[in-house]
């Protein structure tokens, strides 16, 4: 009876190190890759480590700034709010953190939990946080009473991060793996990429209404929010309110165990009851779906061109995680040069933001297809094939942005009443997004990943993070130097006040956009066509 009483204990005492070893594993993984990955996940750990360093030594010097202790409260309440969505509609997550590749073990729930918990601090997005909350504390800590807060404000800060992120996806992971739940996910993710936009314009006015201490007003209300309250309490101690530092500090303490005991809560529902989120996701399609891809394929060229293009198209429409990258880059591509405009100090030439947002679109093409791409590797057996496979992809994507674009930066010229910009912003925009399509269809052949598409955690697949964020990146910047050129000529035109040229700069940049484009799917044909074994395994993964 005692060995056996025993041994639940014991078993929950082990799981923690094995999940610690198994995270641990996951990151040692990212390094065994080819030369090329192995350099773009060390590239990727570094950029991030130089941000949370950078980040720390600029709230060190907030130290001793009157308006410290709104700036840094308000920072970890947005920090919270990143930790709570991010994981669900971006890249990132791993194995060990999807609770529905364990239902199936023989794991009680209340260990599992703080196994999973310890493993989710292994990690850059958990150090980098935790730079963030030093760097906090180090900023608003005054005294030896609020030195000792912030050795328990930091920790907890971290820790109620972590778990209001694992809480709130281990909430939602059913719906979000349904068709009908991805589909709602993609609203959810535009909300928030909306919500950003918003945070960032604020950011920008600041400056107009004095500087920090307009923030005192939302920093008193959030600074009672955990995990921002565990902050406060910092600055509380440091100013003699002992009684209130205490408070906040048990604020986030609490919430920290309603999170942990709603989580555990999701994990025994995921683990004793049935999943039927996909029980409707095989029905047949509509009539008017069938009508609908009949009547757009009689629009399109026929050939594998027409068919690559549909099936793009369908791609866009159909498929969860891409539609919600189209909504998102949609949305942003609109609202960022329109509320610019709105506020009367914009300029026409934000416009160009909507070409670069869905130009993003064309990178990682193959790593849409998932692990279905070999069907599309089997009808690529020559350069020629690759370049007709690209080229339709492109068109495709021409389809949605290109009229876009146009529609985009019409609305903007009539918002601000700059017409006579229009024609050398659209051709800035034409070339921008011809230079984005290069690049893209260069990257999709030089550096795919996998989309994974049975985990709601994750764009990327463990160990490709690095890789993902280094095509897009490297992509952006060469499109931006492809562009330069033009961009060149517009200076020169309105530095010489060549008025009457500047309308050239539409066809031009037009015509200078589709060579562009062109150019890159030639280059990236031979090396689609050289790499396609690479590619398959790379696009596999997931």
């Not at 019409?410 to 050398?424: M, Q, S």
């Not at 985990?455 to 910047?477: D, E, R, T």
Request: proline letters at 5%; hydrophobic letters at 55%; one cysteine or more.
């Amino acid at each position: 009876m005692s060995t056996s009483a025993s041994r639940p204990g014991s078993t929950s005492t082990a799981l923690t190190p094995i999940f610690i070893r198994l995270k641990l594993s996951l990151l040692r993984n990212g390094l065994k890759q080819s030369s090329g990955r192995k350099a773009a996940y060390i590239s990727s750990i570094v950029v991030t480590l130089l941000l949370a360093a950078l980040q720390l030594i600029g709230l060190i010097a907030l130290r001793g700034n009157e308006d410290a202790a709104s700036a840094v409260v308000l920072l970890t309440a947005v920090l919270a709010l990143g930790w709570a969505f991010m994981p669900l509609f971006f890249a990132g997550g791993d194995e060990t953190l999807d609770p529905t590749r364990l239902v199936m073990l023989p794991l009680r729930p209340a260990p599992l939990v703080r196994a999973l918990l310890a493993a989710s601090l292994v990690g850059i997005g958990p150090l980098f946080t935790l730079c963030l909350a030093v760097g906090s504390a180090l900023a608003l800590t005054h005294g030896a009473a609020a030195l000792l807060v912030s050795v328990l404000a930091v920790p907890l800060t971290l820790l109620v991060c972590v778990a209001l992120a694992r809480a709130v996806a281990a909430a939602n992971i059913r719906l979000l793996t349904s068709r009908k739940g991805r589909d709602l996910a993609v609203l959810s993710g535009l909300v928030i990429a909306v919500g950003i936009q918003f945070v960032s314009f604020g950011l920008q006015r600041l400056g107009d209404a004095g500087g920090l201490s307009a923030l005192d007003p939302a920093a008193e209300f959030v600074r009672w929010l955990p995990p921002a309250s565990a902050i406060g309490a910092v600055d509380s101690a440091s100013e003699g309110a002992y009684a209130v530092a205490a408070g906040q500090l048990a604020l986030s303490a609490a919430a920290l165990l309603l999170l942990l005991r709603w989580w555990q809560g999701s994990l025994t529902k995921l683990t004793t009851s049935p999943d039927g989120s996909t029980l409707a996701a095989a029905s047949e399609p509509t009539r008017q779906e069938s009508g609908a891809s009949s009547g757009l394929h009689r629009l399109l060229p026929e050939g594998r061109t027409g068919t690559v293009m549909q099936r793009s198209l369908r791609y866009v429409w159909r498929d969860p995680k891409t539609k919600a990258a189209w909504v998102s880059a949609l949305a942003i591509g609109l609202i960022a040069p329109v509320l610019n405009a709105v506020q009367g100090g914009g300029s026409l030439y934000f416009a160009c933001f909507a070409a670069g947002m869905l130009g993003i679109q064309m990178y990682n093409q193959f790593g849409q297809d998932t692990s279905a791409f070999w069907m599309v590797a089997l009808t690529i057996s020559s350069t020629k094939d690759a370049y007709m496979e690209l080229r339709a992809r492109a068109l495709a994507l021409l389809v949605i942005t290109f009229p876009y674009t146009v529609l985009v930066c019409v609305v903007t010229a009539a918002l601000l009443g700059d017409w006579r910009a229009l024609p050398e912003v659209l051709g800035l925009s034409f070339a921008l997004l011809g230079a984005m399509l290069a690049t893209g269809a260069v990257a999709s052949a030089r550096f795919p990943y996998s989309i994974p598409q049975d985990s709601a955690y994750k764009n990327v697949a463990p160990g490709q993070a690095g890789l993902a964020w280094i095509s897009i990146l490297g992509g952006m910047v060469s499109a931006a130097l492809l562009c330069a050129p033009l961009i060149a000529l517009v200076i020169w035109l309105n530095a010489s006040n060549a008025e009457s040229a500047l309308w050239l700069l539409l066809p031009v940049g037009a015509v200078y956009g589709a060579l562009i484009g062109y150019a890159g799917v030639r280059v990236a044909a031979p090396q689609t066509a050289a790499r396609l074994p690479e590619i398959l395994t790379a696009v596999s993964k997931g």
